[in-house]
Every structure is written in structure tokens, then in C-alpha cells.
């Protein structure tokens, strides 16, 4: 069972053990600042998934051995709760514990933009490879690191925040209280600050600008880790498409030099509206010892 929790929607389907997703459904989040009325819509959500209903497959033709869930950040370990900063209704909510209850899985729940990067690394654009990096240029920007062929958790679970990176030492103040911060710089909420419009109406310069601090952040993260290879995902950047992309790999050329990181490649995420799905079954599936990378554990 794969639950995508979202500022604008909440998302259920079924993910079998090769990434398949059986069947999916989703509805609006409900603007709401009561946990509890969210989270019985959510409910309902995830009964009618485990149901079948709205599908063919009626009754449900799968073993469902345990729930993954991606949800945007914070989160924390002990306890176990999500304070999503785009859904101001959960602060501090114990959402694996709850779901847990309602529907007697064992339940993990991961950020959503590592989640994201799991999924690329089991069957999208970063399939069988063992160093990389996923990144989430949406409202926010988020990210995942593979190293040796395991998601990297940190010790909150928080690791791979790569929208906190500083690509402009006096730019705009961030959110986190930092300064010129990749998501102050380059994320949807920023674009609509510093434009005044819509970060799909951005003009040229903008895509450009967006692509390259986009890229600056990379190189600096493939000279630390020694990555081969970042796929780019979220609205904003599969939006952009190609200007976005060349951008971001012309910065990338001039920043990162060194004999491991100046052959990296930064691609675009491969899993579509369906990656979110997939990412969060993936947080499910790594949780019980499945293996998603080709050689990795
Ligand atoms: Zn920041």
C-alpha cells in the first residue's frame, strides 16, 4: 500500500515488488487546520483503496505486506511524527502510528522527495545505478542521496535537503533563516516572489537563471559525494524541460571539476504523475528488505 501525502493532493495505490502500481486513486487535500478532519479524509482515501473500489480489480488480487508513505518535511524520529510545512494542519502528527491502527500494517513513513528518489533509482532514470542524486524542484526544493546503493536517512531521516544548499551567499532569506538558499533562489514559491507571477509564466531569463543554480547546487553535492549522475524532478523543472536542463548542466561543467565529478550527468526524473506513487511504495518495500537497486542492499 502506497499513501503520497500533498499540499494539493493525497494519493493511495498499490505498488507490487517490481514497481508495478496496480491501481491508484486520489483526492484534493482539504484545506483544513484540524488534524483530525484531515486525516479521516485521508482515511476514507486509503479504505476504499485497500477495497479496490473504482477499479477492475475488485476484490483487491494482491498480498498487501506493508504501507509506505511519502510526506513532505520535516519529520521526526522519536516519536514518530510529520510536520509537513505545506500542510499546516499536521504539526507534530503521529501519521505512521495512525495508520497503522486503521489498517493493521506495519507502516513507514519517509520525506516525500526521497521517496521520489528511491522510486528513480528502482525503475526510472536511475535504474542500476548506485551513486546518485534526486531532486524535487516544485514548490520547495527537495532531494535523496544514493550512496553505495542505499538511500542516505541521516540522523532525523532528514538527509538530502538539498534545497537548504547556498547557491547565492547574499540573496534572499529562506524560509529555514538562512540566506540564498537553493529553495529561496529556485523553487516555485521563490520564482513567484521575485517575478510577481506564476512560476509557469516565467520568461527565458528565468528558466535560465533557475536551471543554473539548479546546477551550481549539484556540482557542489557531486564533488562532495562523488555522484555520477542527478535526476531532476517536480513542476517546475520537468516544466521548464530542456532550457531548464541546459542550464543547469552548463553551470554544472564550470563548477564541477574534479576527475570524478566532471563526467556527471543531471537528467530528468522518468516516473511521471505516477512517481510520487511509486516512490512511496518504494519506502515500503526498502522497509521490509526488498531490494530496489540491481547490486545494491
Ligand atoms: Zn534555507
Known amino acids: 500500500l502506497a499513501v503520497d501525502i500533498g499540499g494539493t493532493k493525497l494519493a493511495a495505490g498499490l505498488v507490487c515488488s517490481d514497481g508495478k502500481v496496480l491501481y491508484h486513486s486520489q483526492v484534493a487535500t482539504p484545506s483544513t487546520l484540524d488534524p483530525e478532519a484531515l486525516f479521516a479524509t485521508l482515511a476514507a482515501l486509503v479504505t476504499s483503496t485497500l477495497r479496490g ?6 476484490p483487491c488480487p494482491a498480498e498487501i505486506v506493508v504501507c509506505g508513505v511519502g510526506c513532505g518535511g520535516p519529520m521526526s524520529r522519536m516519536p514518530e511524527t510529520v510536520s509537513p510545512l505545506n500542510i499546516p494542519a499536521w504539526r507534530g502528527f503521529p501519521l505512521a502510528e495512525r495508520l497503522a491502527k486503521l489498517t493493521g500494517l506495519p507502516v ?14 528502482w525503475i526510472g532514470a536511475a535504474k542500476g545505478v548506485q551513486d546518485f542524486m534526486g531532486m524535487v524542484v516544485s514548490t520547495g526544493v527537495g532531494g535523496g542521496i544514493v550512496l553505495d546503493g542505499r538511500l542516505l536517512d541521516g540522523a532525523g531521516g532528514n538527509a538530502g535537503h538539498v534545497g537548504h544548499i547556498i547557491v547565492e551567499p547574499e540573496g534572499r532569506i529562506c524560509g529555514c533563516g538562512s540566506r540564498g538558499c537553493l529553495e529561496a533562489e529556485a ?4 520564482i513567484l516572489a521575485i517575478t510577481g507571477r506564476p512560476p509557469s509564466e516565467a520568461g527565458e531569463a528565468v528558466v535560465a ?3 543554473m543554480l539548479v546546477g551550481r547546487a549539484l556540482a557542489s553535492v557531486a564533488n562532495l559525494l562523488d555522484l555520477q549522475l542527478a535526476v531532476v524532478s517536480g513542476s517546475v523543472a520537468l516544466g521548464y524541460g530542456e532550457p531548464f536542463f541546459a ?14 565529478s566532471k563526467s556527471g550527468r543531471i537528467v530528468p526524473g522518468e516516473l511521471g504523475s505516477m512517481g510520487p506513487l511509486v516512490g512511496a511504495g518504494a519506502v515500503g518495500w526498502r522497509a521490509i528488505g526488498h531490494p530496489l537497486f540491481t547490486s545494491g542492499t
Not at 53 to 58: H, P, V
Not at 187 to 190: E, F
Not at 247 to 260: M, P, Q, V
Open 247 to 260: 542550464a543547469a548542466r552548463e553551470e554544472y561543467k564550470g563548477r564541477a571539476n574534479l576527475s570524478f
Open 53 to 58: 473500489e473504482g477499479t477492475d480489480a475488485m
Open 209 to 211: 537563471r533557475t536551471g
Open 108 to 121: 513507514h513513513v519517509d520525506n516525500d522527495a526521497k521517496a521520489l528518489t528511491l522510486g528513480e533509482g
Open 187 to 190: 523553487s516555485g514559491t521563490a
